[in-house]
């Protein structure tokens, strides 16, 4: 009986070559991917209403946590536009928009809530409230003497939009902001305006103090008509730019994050957390660090 | 109809003419009660300057006999050379063989032959007889089978024997003092061993000797059923054993056929000639399986030793088949289990398992009935490993499996078959993380992932061949079926289906070449689910919604009384030529109750018709085309089909299917075929747009789409020590979720699917096989940007282009398979390395985003994988 070996001994030649482990790295992987808690472009980290949880035909004032570490941001664009019923955002507020609310630095947003919002609706629905969408958006530097802004010609890949829900209501308990109090370093009262000095690559217990006053507590009334007493259960997202940020969401009553500093002595950069009591409300607070 | 034989034994040139031996019992209704007969011997020419410088030769032959007789092809699979295969050439042509025969009359077979060249020995002088002083049995090792016709020669002496059906020889006078015994086989490792032989004395010896290639002895046949169907791929279980990156899985081996699209991270899912993965039916006898995959889609959950083939059919299939508008893969578990009880206990880095059959009967008569059996059972033990790389953390991901088999096959009359089979299996899955990691913001997400599964049947087969016009099959099952998902405390999913079915048929044959086939394939049962979470579906998109948890639970019934009609004509009176009209009518009503149904019964039914028509016909021996078309219909997925507080509108999806492609037999052992195929979908079932919640529903039957293609496979069977076979697909498919909506490509399309593997038997018992895949990647729909939501903390990715615009880049993968065989007299062990990815490509399986949509990376799919495994074969 003959056995054809060379067609064997090739064969193994083949599947050795074969064998041979090649790492292709010609594509980014998940790991590279930038973290939500990094803030190295323009990013819109918050939007505050003041207040939370309008009326109709109340006044609104608002202001906006846009982090720019590179200055890239000249100005911010408010607009208002009704709300899709389902609670989304479709689109947001694109071109036809409605009513600009403000643009900033130049017209601080103040928007007025339509006193006519909820003509029509039942006692549970007036106390549910309606929406009103609010868009900001980050504007790199535009001739802002013209007579005229051609917004529809921008590039918004050169933006940073967002937007934000405003509930006009006439709940009984209408939502307040939660109140952020200070920070805390390793358990340490940080001063307002303060720098906080690290040591490179060291990790640090970053903290805020969150004012339990306005851990609300408000009435709901269910779709069954059931009045429930419900108690706010917020919770905080954490950003910086640079170092590395172990948590990027830590959960009521944990009101510490782990980060990491960075290692090359001598950066400075910026931590903030946010505040969110998931009912709209909305604070933040900022660290400015320097590493030795 | 053409069979293959297993190898047979020698024919020396100086003895008379052994007869072919024919195999075990196929799986089949039709096995060979009679091999192939040699009716006129030819004693062959010795090639010049051979007989004279005294050499001997053994040539192999495959012989394709037809139904006459008639030698139809020869094949040299093992050469002699110096001219002793032409002369074995010229001598088999010039014999008169008597073809095979079944109860259905004379069959065309394939069978190896060998022909010998050896010298006759020279008459001893007649004297007065000698007692036997040497005698003996000759086994084989590994399966102990006492073997017959074995030569057994004494060195130095004239004496010559073979031994008997038990194994056993004896000789007579045999010289006093050490007698050196050979034992010659031309399939199996000569073996010389020195015995004394002592005066006065009977010397016994008890010898073993080992087969040249023990993977022969694994392939008990492979054959052609009756081809009913237009495309049907029947792989042995050897090939399916030795396809690397296959885990040594029967069904996993489809997706290297063609037709079969790649499914993501190697998950086994059956995507066939561009239908979504749930329309497909997966069969086990007849019995359709709701999941045929661990939730590893590495292994199957069934145990390999019990399948005997796996039918996979891509379209063009027959009536008996229904409730799919995709393919079909049809599990046939084995009808006859090893004479020879046999345990097999295997390993690898995936699961354990243990597997036994045997026959039983009484020891006092050895010719009598005896009851069959098997068991097996599996368990995974990857939970076990992955906490040795997770103890430095809280975080655990705990996934195990679990699959069980009971078999058992009754004796009867030849013309009955009776078994009684019980399967089941379980994946379990959980994932928990430590108290104080927030999984996200959202504080209804946070705990342990949890999700289970579990399924059991019990399937009871009966057949009858109450005449030679008449047979009846008739297989009641019944069973069921558990699920359970769970996050956290929130939310959480749990169902439970009994689900029982009768299939019958009946084949009558009125006149020579029409078949007429009634059959029944009914289905039905009870379902039960409770669901819990809480957030409802209409708050999802509102992150500011104040949350009310949901609840409802649902009960009812469905029943599905399908029928079937249809006939085998063979206007020629054989297989050359067969035409198969059919009509499936199907049918279904569910009843539900309970909290989904808003306290009310509901009921619906729905029914339709499949007519189908499939042709095949052999125009010149061994060159067939083949043509199918006809109407699939599918009825809704249960979660489709359940109304919220109403009845659905949601009814059947539909395909028209039609094929046309031809099939050429090059040799024995080689033959190709194409394919090309349009399936035409309609009333496609899809998400409802204007659904607003309760008393809506969330499906509609709005989608309609195509798909098209050509499929290609060259194949080598496994007769000799090579087996492979290369496929290749060119196919496009194609949705559209309503008429006003734009087309786009199926989630899975894939362009252009090639695979290529192979297997070689080495010497001493070693195997190597190799495979090739080569896969265009899958549709993807890049987002261009995010716009950030300032009251959920996300961002909202979109796309300013149509879906599925673009690709992945394409799947390359190359693995390798290396084994081992080593023989010991009453067992086996098989050690192997399945090195899947060797050549390790980045092979992304789907783009992964950033917070902002402004960077992507591809998510890889397997690495590179060094399965290593052992498997011990015990005879009992």
Known sequence: MRYPLHRATLFLCISSLSACVINNNKFTRPRDLEDSWSVTKPRLLAVQAVPAEPRPGEVVSFRALLADPNGEIESILWIACPSPDDGGTGFGCIADSEEVIGLQPLQQPIYTTPLDLLDGLDERARQEGRYVLVQVTGLPPLDLTEPEIDFENIDFNEVEAGYKRIIISEATTPNNNPALLGTTADGADLPPGSVLEVDPGQDYDIGVILDDRTIEEYLYLTREGFVEQRTEEPYVTWYATAGEVAEPYTLYPFLEATWTAPEEPGTEGTLWAVARDRRGGQDWLEINFRVR | ?876
């Open chain 2, 1 to 876: 109809m053409t069979l293959f034989l297993a190898l047979i034994p020698a024919l020396a040139q100086d003895a008379p003419a052994e007869q072919p031996a024919p195999t075990a019992d196929s799986a089949e209704e039709l096995p060979i009660i009679e091999g192939p007969q040699i009716l006129e011997y030819i004693e062959a020419e010795w090639p010049p300057g051979t007989k004279e410088a005294g050499e001997e030769a053994v040539v192999k032959l495959l012989i394709e006999l037809d139904e006459t007789g008639e030698v139809a092809n020869l094949e040299v699979v093992e050469a002699a050379g110096k001219g002793f295969d032409e002369a074995a050439v010229d001598a088999v042509l010039a014999m008169k063989f008597a073809p095979a025969r079944t109860e259905a009359g004379p069959v065309s077979v394939v069978f190896e032959f060998a022909y010998g060249f050896r010298f006759e020995e020279e008459e001893p002088e007649v004297e007065a007889p000698k007692p036997v002083n040497l005698e003996g049995r000759i086994r084989e090792m590994g399966t102990r089978n006492e073997l017959e016709g074995i030569n057994v020669v004494i060195d130095g002496t004239d004496l010559l024997t073979k031994t008997g059906p038990d194994g056993r020889f004896e000789l007579r006078g045999v010289p006093l003092g050490d007698a050196t015994i050979r034992l010659i086989s031309p399939d199996h490792i000569t073996l010389e061993k020195t015995v004394e032989v002592v005066e006065g004395e009977v010397t016994i010896v008890d010898l073993w000797i080992r087969s040249t290639s023990y993977r022969d002895n694994e392939i008990v046949g492979v054959y052609e059923r009756k081809r009913e169907e237009v495309t049907r791929r029947t792989i042995s279980m050897e090939e399916i054993r030795r396809i690397p990156g296959t885990f040594g899985d029967p069904i996993k081996v489809i997706q290297t056929l063609p037709g079969a699209a790649r499914s993501p991270f190697g998950t086994g899912l059956l995507i066939i000639r561009g239908s979504n993965p749930e329309d497909s039916g997966v069969y086990v006898d007849g019995v359709r399986l709701p999941i045929i995959y661990h939730l590893t889609g590495t292994t199957s959950v069934l145990s390999p030793e019990l399948v005997e083939s796996v039918d996979y059919l891509p379209g063009g299939y027959g009536v008996q088949y229904g409730r799919s508008m995709g393919g079909v893969v049809d599990v046939k578990t084995k009808r006859k289990f090893s004479e020879q009880g046999r345990m097999i206990w295997g390993t690898d880095i995936l699961d354990s398992q243990v597997f036994f059959e045997g026959q039983l009967g009484n020891k006092k008569k050895p010719d009598g009935p005896k009851h069959q059996i098997a068991v097996g059972a599996r368990r995974s033990y990857i939970d076990l490993f992955i906490p040795l790389f997770t103890r430095n953390t809280q975080f655990q991901i705990k996934p195990y499996y679990t699959d069980y088999q009971v078999k058992y096959i009754a004796p009867l009359p030849s013309n009955q078959h009776f078994s009684a089979f019980f399967y089941g299996f379980q994946d379990t899955l959980k994932v928990s993380t430590p108290d104080d990691f927030a999984q996200g913001p959202d504080a209804d997400t946070q705990g342990s992932l949890r999700t289970k599964y579990a399924s059991q049947r019990v399937v009871v087969n009966y057949e009858n061949d109450l005449s030679d016009k008449l047979t009846l099959s008739l297989t009641p099952n019944i069973g069921v079926d558990y699920s359970s998902f769970g996050l956290g405390d929130e939310f959480a999913l749990d169902s439970r289906n009994v689900v029982g079915g009768v299939r019958s048929e009946l084949r009558f044959t009125p006149v020579q070449g029409v078949e007429i086939i009634p059959g029944i394939d009914f289905m039905g049962g009870s379902w039960w689910f409770d669901f819990r979470s809480a957030v409802r579906f209409s708050d999802l998109d509102d992150p500011l919604a104040e949350r009310e948890p949901v609840g409802f639970d649902g009960r009812g019934s469905f029943w599905s009384p399908d029928a079937y009609l249809k006939a085998n004509l063979r206007p020629l009176g054989d297989d050359r030529l067969l035409i198969t009209p059919g009509v499936r009518l199907q049918a279904y009503t569910l009843f539900q109750g309970g909290e989904v149904s808003d306290g009310q019964k509901l009921s619906v039914t729905n029914f339709q018709a499949d007519p189908r028509v499939l042709a095949r016909w052999e125009f010149i021996k061994g060159n067939t085309i083949k043509a199918a078309t006809g109407f699939y219909q599918q009825p809704p997925q249960p979660q489709e089909s359940i109304g919220l507080g109403r009845v659905s509108a949601v009814g059947y999806e539909r395909a028209w299917s039609s094929s046309l492609g031809f099939e050429q037999q090059l040799s024995p052992s080689i033959k190709w075929d194409i394919d090309l195929f349009y399936k035409d979908f309609d009333n496609l079932i899809v998400f409802n747009e204007q659904w607003t919640g309760f008393g809506t529903d969330p499906f509609v039957n709005g989608g309609d789409g195509r798909a098209y293609g050509m499929e290609i496979m060259a194949r080598h069977e496994p007769t000799g020590r090579f087996f492979g076979w290369v496929s290749y697909t060119l196919s496009r498919s194609e949705r559209r979720d309503a008429p006003d909506q734009d087309v786009y490509l199926f989630d899975f399309d894939q362009t252009h699917i090639f695979s290529a593997q192979a297997g070689y038997d080495l010497p001493a018992d070693f195997g190597l096989s190799a495979q090739f895949q080569y896969v265009t990647g899958n549709p993807d729909t890049p987002f261009n940007a995010g716009i950030y939501d300032a009251d959920a903390d996300f961002y909202n990715g979109f796309s300013t282009g149509p879906r599925n615009t673009t690709r992945l880049p394409a799947f390359f993968q190359t693995s390798l398979r290396f084994d081992k065989l080593w023989t010991f007299k009453t067992w086996q062990l098989e050690t192997y390395v399945d090195l899947l990815n060797t050549v390790r490509g980045v092979n992304p399986e789907f783009r992964l985003y950033n917070y902002d949509y402004s960077q992507s990376a591809f998510v890889r799919g397997l690495p590179f994988i060094p399965n290593i495994g052992l498997e011990a074969k015990f005879w009992l």
